[in-house]
């Protein structure tokens, strides 16, 4: 078990067959419409024939696909089109948060063909029990990736704590975790996935990193920079600069949650005070909304909110006010730090995003000193509460997209 590689770009040492499998699915992939063999053999400098032999491997292995030919008009058989294979290789993303466990299969192409979510309160379990139910999970997706042709090749999970190099959860204030060992624990279930060389089968990272990621592939079109904040119980960020994620040295960054908007306020979990969580963070903004011990899921607590706001409730929009205001002067901070012009609201924020949107660009207005030149967006997640989970499964797919060699190998 191991952490994504902090430059994922990096090319590992192949054969030139590896590097030439890599190159032309990479290109396949990358292809705003269903390439030729002929196009992709002018995109990347290959010969036809060696596009062509390579092309037989990826179809033979599962991992592209000829589409129907275009109509065309004028003379000459129409080329098909090659586009990412939908049954073959998927990836397993899992997540486990304080008040929910979810599953889901990612195919090549990027559709979602399972997802599921366990609604249930996890801060009594214990981490061996709280990842049994996960297990459960996991198989089932595994039983219905499988009846729709699909072999899961890794899984990635997701967790609303610091996880360290080792894919150690070394804290995970939310739900009491501290030091688990979440493969190891897993290690005593059935497998997650059909082992591939070259492709971790279990990867633990930080929710809020895979949710930024997730919302980062999820547009190729949208902005290669921005901040992603995950507004659950805990509140985690994201930050991505020039199309990939800022870890930090230890790929801790991004504890957006425990920045201070009120040094003497409230007292924090984490043994601060005054952090952006203690009034922005689900518990709070239910408590200030009168809706305290109301004990809802995330998704359900956001729409719950949403629609008490939709309808003018008092409570509820001074409560979003609130917490928008508390949002703002953490964003703020980070915006005044790293000069970024994209704010994603995620997680159970992207349903509430007409509410906090405008305390949070007060906030950004009065405080970030470029912003009478450069604006600031703050848009909702596009992936809404499942961008963790899709991130993480998407996570897995890209590898096997960046390496396919791995797959192709595989006994069996
Ligand atoms: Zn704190």
Known sequence: MTRPAAASGAVRQGTLRELNLAVVLGRIAAAP???????????????????????????????????????????????????????????????????????????????????????????????????????????????????????LAGAALAVPGLVDAAGLVRLAPNLGWRDVAVGDLLAAHPPLVDPVPGIPPLVVDNEANLAALGELHADPTGPASFLHVSGEVGIGAGIVLDGALFRGVRGWSGEIGHLPVDPQGRPCRCGGRGCLERYAGQEAVLAAAGLAGADLPADTAAARLADLAAV??????????????????????????????????????????????????????????????????????????????????????????????????RPG
């Open 33 to 151: 419409r269903p390439p030729s063999r002929a196009d992709v053999a002018a995109a990347t400098g290959l010969t036809r024939a060696t596009v062509s032999a390579v092309v037989d491997d990826l179809i033979a292995g599962r991992l592209v696909a000829e589409s129907e030919p275009a109509p065309r008009a004028g003379a000459g058989r129409p080329a098909r089109g090659l586009v990412l294979a939908g049954t073959g290789p998927a990836g397993l993303g899992l997540e486990v948060n304080v008040d929910y466990l979810a599953a889901c299969v990612v195919d090549l192409t990027g559709r979602v063909r399972h997802h599921t979510v366990r609604r249930a309160d996890l801060r009594p379990l214990s981490p061996a029990d709280a990842l049994a139910r996960l297990a459960a999970l996991a198989a089932a997706a595994r039983a219905d990736a499988q009846r729709q042709g699909l072999t």
């Open 312 to 409: 003018g409730d008092p409570a509820a929009r001074a409560a979003l006010a609130e917490a928008g205001r508390a949002l703002g002067v953490a964003v703020a901070a980070v915006v005044n730090l790293l000069d970024l012009d994209t704010v994603v609201l995620g997680g159970g924020y992207a349903l509430l995003t007409p509410w906090l949107r405008p305390p949070v660009l007060a906030e950004v207005s009065r405080r970030v000193i470029t912003a009478g030149w450069s604006p600031v967006t703050v848009r909702p997640s596009a992936l809404g509460p499942e961008a963790a989970v899709v991130g993480a499964a998407g996570s897995v797919v890209r590898r096997i997209v960046a390496d396919p060699a791995g797959w192709l190998g």
